[in-house]
């Protein structure tokens, strides 16, 4: 399904930018350096953002499209392949041999059926390094975003936090302070580090 819409053009989650509330974690220093993912990364902005000389990000998704694009969008901005990667790759499935120091998931979460989120939940605990952060930007918790059915689903932040809490230990849960215009009101920031891997 992700393949063809990307063939056909038809991305809205795409918003040509990274998200500003990365962006704002990002410039306030927020988050550990080290190794970072983001699963479900699409045209990898949120990859770009995170990427520097003291952080090696890695992106996951299903479309060799999306990585096509973010190669281009890569070599455009001028960030060295070995700061910023994006793979296709089964979040679920995939074995990357280290685990991160940063997660950052926004678009994710709420692409996948409701009915596996208890394995987002395990899977976030085995790949999140002891000390590392985990990063939700939860959306949409409101309509009208998330169309019954179909993605984005529809969550909401005690939602999340009943996923994570107590393998997590929250950090912080509070609205987004900034969102593009379509989707203020309607995501929330969460914060969390490993308190003790989810066994499956």
Not at 51 to 79: M, N, Q, W, Y
Not at 103 to 121: G, K, N
């Amino acid at each position: 399904m992700w393949e063809r819409l990307w063939e056909e053009g038809r991305t809205p989650w795409d918003q040509g930018e990274s998200s500003k509330s990365l962006q704002d974690l990002v410039t306030e220093g927020i988050l550990p350096p080290g190794r970072a993912l983001v699963p479900g990364a699409g045209a990898g902005h949120d990859i770009l953002t995170l990427a520097s000389e003291h952080r090696h990000c890695t992106g996951l998704d299903l479309s060799p499209l999306a990585v096509d694009r973010f190669k281009r969008l890569r070599e455009e901005r001028g960030i060295p392949e070995e700061w910023a990667e994006l793979v296709v790759a089964d979040f679920f499935e995939w074995e990357p041999g280290l685990r991160f120091d940063v997660i950052f998931d926004y678009t994710f979460l709420c692409a996948i059926q409701p009915e596996m989120r208890v394995s987002w939940a395990e899977r976030m605990s085995q790949l999140l390094a002891p000390g590392g952060q985990l990063v939700t930007l939860i959306f949409p918790t409101a309509p009208p975003h998330g169309e019954e059915g179909s993605p984005p689903f529809l969550t909401t932040p005690e939602q999340v936090r009943q996923l994570l809490v107590p393998a997590f230990t929250q950090l912080s849960l509070a609205p987004a302070k900034r969102s593009v215009p379509s989707r203020e009101g309607r995501e929330w920031l969460g914060r969390w580090t490993l308190s003790e891997p989810l066994q499956p």
